[in-house]
């Protein structure tokens, strides 16, 4: 650690999919919660809708952070805290799930050692402490001219949201149903109809697959479906009925007052515009996504196979045990590949996804002292 009046903590930043944000060590951030927090806060420069004085990037999908440390149960590789900072906001959340920035936790820990190479490719099993969530993840790590093992970040995987192509990173998961709302279907129910002050009765899937989303046709809420974020993000009068639709369905949802909350994520839904299953517009949850959260697109896979659901209103061609939902979003589509149960085609076991990660930048990132270790 230098001297003088800031202090040196080792850190990547990272690339996750279309999420972007420093991953540390847990080992090297303080122990105290509190003290990591303030530490966390400094480093992105929160509170701050620019993060001016910081490295965030001052928008709620740059605005992240990763801590990784090494797997302490049985069948766990990795484990790893995902922390959202609304850029203006003082918290680090740590309730909820983020796929996008799981998708370099693997990089990160064979970066620093966590985890050994264990051939081309190397697959772990890494845990979301946030949920419990529990993904398998395959990351290519082919030998150099060394003769080492390293990551390769290079290659011809394309993820919509991201320029260019990289080497592809393979994410499984099991059990993601009820990560934050206790179960898939949290009111019991497919489709409920909530009444908003000022919206009248409306009708909403409200459903968890790993994301708490509540899923409307984006027509009852006077959208269209394929507007831009940039056309979402100014239109005063769309963002407040999301909000107040948003609030009504978190306490059908058993979250309670989720005012202050990073949760539900709203989907508006429309009929597909490219090909794809289903259009989606994200708002996360005052934000519009440029394209989707990762589990928020397998909850929105997963509501299209629902028969009932309002996503299954307007979704099409979905068809078979394992069928690819195309999900499209405002800067492509996202393909989810669900598994569903061969005896119960309405249960979803399993889903799969590609997404690729890059190392950005290694070294330390420097937080004034004021930000205090404990
Ligand atoms: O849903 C944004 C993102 C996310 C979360 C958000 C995510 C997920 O795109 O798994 O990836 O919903 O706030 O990084």
Redesign the pocket.
Known sequence: MPAGSQTAIPCLLMR????RGPFFDERALPADVAARDAVLLAALGSPDERQIDGIGGGH??TS?VGIVAPGTRPGVDVEWTFG?IQPAGDTVDVT???????AAVLPFALETGIVEPAGDTTTARVLTRNTGMIAEITVRTPAGADGARHVEYAGRARIDGVPGTAAPIEIGFLDTAGSIAGSLLPTGRVRDTVEVDGLGDVEVTLIDN??PLVIVAAERLGATGYETPAEIDADDGLKARVEALRLVCGRAMGLGDVGDK?YP?MTLVAPPAHGGSISTR?L?PRVA?R?????????AATACVLRGSVAHDVATGITGTEPTVSVEHPSGEFSVTLGLDPDDPQRVVRSALLRTARLLMSGDVLVPRAAQFS
């Open positions: 996750g999919g279309t999420s709620p999908l992240k959202q909820a799930n983020c796929g996008n920035m799981l790993g994301q990073n994520k994200s996360i996504h394209s989707i959260g990762v589990l928020a697109a397998v909850t």
